[in-house]
């Protein structure tokens, strides 16, 4: 039997562990390389850095096939195939930084043997072509470039990872194309080989449109607002049509994390820079970023002034299931309500420490009901499974005004009312303040009662 490839994954973050636990997991030698010594240490140790459900017990299992290193030559001496899983965060101007995948490239051995080197980074495209002229330069054209990018979500990593809905191979290499095709074998998922620039195409216009659909559900609820209809109702109708399918059409205070703004904006940097300009990226930023300041608006509806009223926030991490607090919508809502003076409270099961420092100015409560305490409003930022669990008979009376402001729709608009709470999701006829249909309904009961 031939034994499976060693792999070496570079940038242990996010991607990077998962990828790595996965492929040991997949019964290969996984040499992980980081340039953060104490990040190292602790995995070493045993202890996975980051909140990922299975990720530390992935690890701790396959210990005895995953390796952590700060040195570059423990991956390139004795990994066939490289994983690149480094970070390209976002220019000043929009456009992805790729300070880190060039560092790579530069710090590849003179004497670096026959690799595939798998770039699972998100890249712009036409990054291949300048990683090759690099290597090219360098004199390591022997060096078997391909585009892999990875299409995981954080809190369904593992997952993602195991049952990809494709694998996505870009090259014009044919031996690393079949290498990387033949390690992905026991996912059982469809390979798509293409050409480099368009696997980059790929993952840019995949996230793209992912926040695309969400800022178009988000639209359809904010006018959802203003004529009555319930805006999940809407979403599970249009779902049903397997052309738009019932994925990311929740509504809500708009997306967050890592990717999607950072991808967005690349790719319309990547247009424009290119000449096109690409008209309805723009309208899914401002979009995203008018959602946050009509939760806000939504409180002032309710309670006027926000000066002085306690606020307590409900999550925190920009998605349920992960402490990642990059580009979270706590981070924005809690920054506005601090300017409107507000006193801010806030709860996350899981992203509190990681919050902390991000939050100056918010008292970071470990138990929800002390958070809830006396405060004015509560606002659902992060749709944690574990708040759908909260009493809300309780939850109203130990409040000081019961209002709930629901930005991810998680409760139901009729048990949170009769439990006391006056209640305003994201586009659903529970709002009693805003929804037409409502107030005439509201109108009609006070004229029947008067008369
Ligand atoms: P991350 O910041 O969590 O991890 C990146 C890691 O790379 C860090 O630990 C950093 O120290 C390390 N690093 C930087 N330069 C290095 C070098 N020269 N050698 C070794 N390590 C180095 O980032 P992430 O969230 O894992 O994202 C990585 C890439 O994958 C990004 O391009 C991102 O857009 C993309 N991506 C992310 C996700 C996700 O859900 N987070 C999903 C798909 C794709
Ligand atoms: C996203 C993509 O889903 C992954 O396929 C991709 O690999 C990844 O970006 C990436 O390139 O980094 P991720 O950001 O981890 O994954 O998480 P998502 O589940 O996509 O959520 C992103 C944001 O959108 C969250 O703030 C979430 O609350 C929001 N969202 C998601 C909605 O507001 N509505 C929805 O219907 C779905």
Redesign the pocket.
Same mark, same amino acid.
């Given at each position: 039997m031939t034994q499976p490839p060693v792999i070496g994954v570079?940038?242990?973050?996010?991607?990077?562990l998962v990828s790595a636990a996965c492929f040991a997991e997949l019964g290969n030698h996984v040499i992980c390389?980081?340039?953060?010594p104490e990040?190292i240490e602790r995995l070493r140790d045993g202890h996975v850095p980051i909140y990922e459900p299975g990720l530390s017990d992935l690890v701790v299992k396959n210990r005895q096939r995953l390796t952590f290193t700060t040195e570059i030559r423990d991956v390139t001496e004795q990994a066939g195939i490289i994983f690149v @899983?480094?970070?390209?965060p976002p220019m000043y101007s929009g456009d992805a930084d790729l300070t880190?995948v060039e560092?790579?490239i530069a $710090?590849l051995p003179d004497d670096i043997g026959d690799v595939v080197l798998a770039m699972? !980074?998100?890249v712009p495209v036409g990054t291949g072509e300048r990683m090759q002229a690099l290597l090219d330069a360098r004199g390591l054209s022997h060096v078997r470039y391909v585009s892999n990018p $990875?299409?995981?979500? $954080?809190g369904d990593a593992i997952t993602d990872f195991m049952h990809p809905d494709r694998v996505v191979i870009g090259g014009t290499d044919d031996v690393a194309i079949d290498r990387l095709a033949q390690l992905h074998a026991p996912l059982e998922t469809r390979i798509v080989r293409t050409d480099v620039a368009t696997a980059e195409m790929i993952k840019a216009a995949s996230n793209a449109f992912l926040a695309t659909k969400i800022s178009f559900i988000n639209e359809i609820a904010n006018v959802c607002e203003e004529t009555g209809a319930d805006v999940t109702a809407v979403a599970e109708g249009m779902g049903l049509d397997r052309r738009i399918g019932r994925h990311f059409l929740n509504a809500g205070i708009g997306f967050g994390g !890592? @990717?999607f703004g950072k991808?967005v904006s690349a790719l319309k940097q990547l247009a424009g820079n290119s000449g096109y300009h690409f008209q309805i990226l723009n309208s899914v930023m401002e979009v995203n970023e008018l959602q946050k300041r009509r939760l806000v608006a939504k409180l002032g509806k309710h309670l006027g002034s926000l000066r002085d009223k306690k606020i307590a926030l409900l999550g925190l991490a920009f998605k349920p299931g992960t402490d990642d607090m990059r580009e979270a919508a706590s981070l924005i809502v809690a920054s506005r309500l601090l300017a409107e003076g507000a006193i801010v409270r806030a709860h996350d099961p899981v992203a509190s420490e990681v919050a902390r420092p991000l939050l100056r100015g918010v008292e970071i409560h470990d138990d929800v009901l002390e958070m809830l305490e006396g405060v004015d409003a509560a606002v659902l930022i992060t749709e944690w499974p574990q708040y759908a669990e909260l009493d809300l008979v309780h939850v109203a009376k130990i409040m000081r005004t019961p209002v709930l402001i629901d930005g991810r729709n998680l409760f139901a608009p009729e048990l949170a009312e009769r439990a006391g709470l006056t209640y305003e999701g994201i586009g659903r006829p529970g709002a009693v303040v805003g929804n037409p249909r409502r107030r005439e309904q509201d109108g009609a009961a006070s004229a029947s009662t008067e008369a």
């Amino acid at each position: 039997m031939t034994q499976p490839p060693v792999i070496g994954v570079i940038g242990v973050g996010y991607v990077g562990l998962v990828s790595a636990a996965c492929f040991a997991e997949l019964g290969n030698h996984v040499i992980c390389r980081d340039i953060i010594p104490e990040k190292i240490e602790r995995l070493r140790d045993g202890h996975v850095p980051i909140y990922e459900p299975g990720l530390s017990d992935l690890v701790v299992k396959n210990r005895q096939r995953l390796t952590f290193t700060t040195e570059i030559r423990d991956v390139t001496e004795q990994a066939g195939i490289i994983f690149v @899983c480094v970070n390209t965060p976002p220019m000043y101007s929009g456009d992805a930084d790729l300070t880190f995948v060039e560092a790579v490239i530069a $710090e590849l051995p003179d004497d670096i043997g026959d690799v595939v080197l798998a770039m699972k !980074s998100t890249v712009p495209v036409g990054t291949g072509e300048r990683m090759q002229a690099l290597l090219d330069a360098r004199g390591l054209s022997h060096v078997r470039y391909v585009s892999n990018p $990875e299409f995981l979500k $954080e809190g369904d990593a593992i997952t993602d990872f195991m049952h990809p809905d494709r694998v996505v191979i870009g090259g014009t290499d044919d031996v690393a194309i079949d290498r990387l095709a033949q390690l992905h074998a026991p996912l059982e998922t469809r390979i798509v080989r293409t050409d480099v620039a368009t696997a980059e195409m790929i993952k840019a216009a995949s996230n793209a449109f992912l926040a695309t659909k969400i800022s178009f559900i988000n639209e359809i609820a904010n006018v959802c607002e203003e004529t009555g209809a319930d805006v999940t109702a809407v979403a599970e109708g249009m779902g049903l049509d397997r052309r738009i399918g019932r994925h990311f059409l929740n509504a809500g205070i708009g997306f967050g994390g !890592s @990717c999607f703004g950072k991808d967005v904006s690349a790719l319309k940097q990547l247009a424009g820079n290119s000449g096109y300009h690409f008209q309805i990226l723009n309208s899914v930023m401002e979009v995203n970023e008018l959602q946050k300041r009509r939760l806000v608006a939504k409180l002032g509806k309710h309670l006027g002034s926000l000066r002085d009223k306690k606020i307590a926030l409900l999550g925190l991490a920009f998605k349920p299931g992960t402490d990642d607090m990059r580009e979270a919508a706590s981070l924005i809502v809690a920054s506005r309500l601090l300017a409107e003076g507000a006193i801010v409270r806030a709860h996350d099961p899981v992203a509190s420490e990681v919050a902390r420092p991000l939050l100056r100015g918010v008292e970071i409560h470990d138990d929800v009901l002390e958070m809830l305490e006396g405060v004015d409003a509560a606002v659902l930022i992060t749709e944690w499974p574990q708040y759908a669990e909260l009493d809300l008979v309780h939850v109203a009376k130990i409040m000081r005004t019961p209002v709930l402001i629901d930005g991810r729709n998680l409760f139901a608009p009729e048990l949170a009312e009769r439990a006391g709470l006056t209640y305003e999701g994201i586009g659903r006829p529970g709002a009693v303040v805003g929804n037409p249909r409502r107030r005439e309904q509201d109108g009609a009961a006070s004229a029947s009662t008067e008369a």
